[in-house]
């Protein structure tokens, strides 16, 4: 095994998708996965493209994105190092449902469809791994719909901060998300966002220096992310 090799399956192991692997089969899988580079602004699939296959992140970070028939851009996620798409396409192979570009020069590993299913058939874990990661994104996507029907924008902005940061506290934002971003993810205004942010920090919820937000009351914030408040 070349020594490229054996990053990408020390890589790989990190990814939950496959952590539960025993080293044979992630090395199995490295095997089959191939790398692509995206220079930033690069479109890595189109929604409607063919489904083909699962990418994961290995350096940048790519965005999750819808387009209106008008221009505007919804976001839907931010995805970094170790996260991947493309979980639906392995078990339908339906289109793309959403477009993914680059917002950093990035690394992506692919891995077709077809060398997936092979894989997985001498290696049912990864099957499971599979359903339990579409089971926690189809529970997120259940929250995200609460909270667009049930919260106000500062609301909303409270659960991006609590979904990004880390564990614990004080914690950190483990994504850089610009105001502007933050309002395409909670379908609001970049102005709406700023004064929501900066309500935090006058109430002592987050603190903000050198574009690093840093959450800490979690207590407050939680309680500002649930309906009814």
Same mark, same amino acid.
């Given at each position: 095994?070349?020594?490229?090799?054996?990053?990408?399956?020390?890589?790989?192991?990190?990814?939950?998708?496959?952590?539960?692997?025993?080293?044979?089969?992630?090395?199995?899988?490295?095997?089959?996965?191939?790398?692509?580079?995206?220079?930033?602004?690069?479109?890595? $699939?189109?929604?409607?493209?063919?489904?083909?296959?699962?990418?994961? =992140?290995?350096?940048?970070? =790519?965005? /999750?994105?819808?387009?209106?028939?008008?221009?505007?851009? !919804?976001?839907?996620? !931010?995805?970094? +190092?170790?996260?991947?798409?493309?979980?639906?396409?392995?078990?339908?192979?339906?289109?793309?449902?959403?477009?993914?570009?680059? *917002?950093?020069?990035?690394?992506?590993?692919?891995?077709?469809? &077809?060398?997936?299913?092979?894989?997985?058939?001498?290696?049912?874990? /990864?099957?499971?791994?599979?359903?339990?990661?579409?089971?926690?994104?189809?529970?997120?996507?259940?929250?995200?719909?609460?909270?667009?029907?049930?919260?106000?924008?500062?609301?909303? !902005?409270?659960? $991006?901060?609590?979904?990004?940061?880390?564990?614990?506290?004080?914690? !950190?934002?483990?994504?850089?998300?610009?105001?502007? *971003?933050?309002?395409?993810?909670?379908?609001?205004?970049?102005?709406?966002?700023?004064? &929501?942010?900066?309500?935090?920090?006058?109430?002592?919820?987050? &603190? =903000?220096?050198?574009?690093?937000? %840093? +959450? %800490?009351?979690?207590?407050?914030?939680? &309680?500002?992310?649930?309906?009814?408040?």
């Amino acid at each position: 095994m070349s020594v490229s090799l054996d990053r990408i399956a020390d890589f790989l192991s990190t990814v939950p998708l496959f952590r539960a692997l025993e080293r044979m089969a992630v090395r199995g899988f490295a095997e089959l996965t191939r790398e692509q580079r995206f220079a930033k602004g690069a479109r890595i $699939v189109a929604e409607g493209d063919a489904g083909d296959a699962l990418y994961v =992140v290995r350096s940048g970070e =790519v965005k /999750v994105v819808l387009v209106g028939e008008d221009g505007r851009e !919804v976001l839907l996620n !931010v995805l970094g +190092v170790g996260d991947h798409f493309g979980e639906l396409a392995l078990i339908d192979g339906r289109p793309r449902s959403a477009h993914i570009v680059a *917002t950093q020069a990035s690394s992506l590993l692919v891995l077709r469809r &077809a060398d997936f299913r092979r894989q997985v058939e001498q290696s049912p874990p /990864v099957a499971w791994g599979l359903l339990v990661e579409l089971s926690r994104r189809l529970r997120q996507a259940d929250s995200t719909i609460g909270s667009l029907v049930l919260l106000d924008v500062p609301g909303r !902005v409270a659960r $991006v901060l609590l979904e990004h940061a880390t564990a614990g506290e004080p914690a !950190v934002l483990v994504k850089h998300l610009t105001h502007q *971003t933050m309002a395409q993810m909670v379908g609001s205004s970049r102005e709406t966002v700023s004064r &929501a942010m900066a309500d935090f920090q006058d109430q002592g919820i987050i &603190a =903000v220096q050198r574009r690093v937000v %840093t +959450v %800490t009351d979690r207590a407050a914030l939680e &309680a500002r992310a649930r309906p009814g408040l």
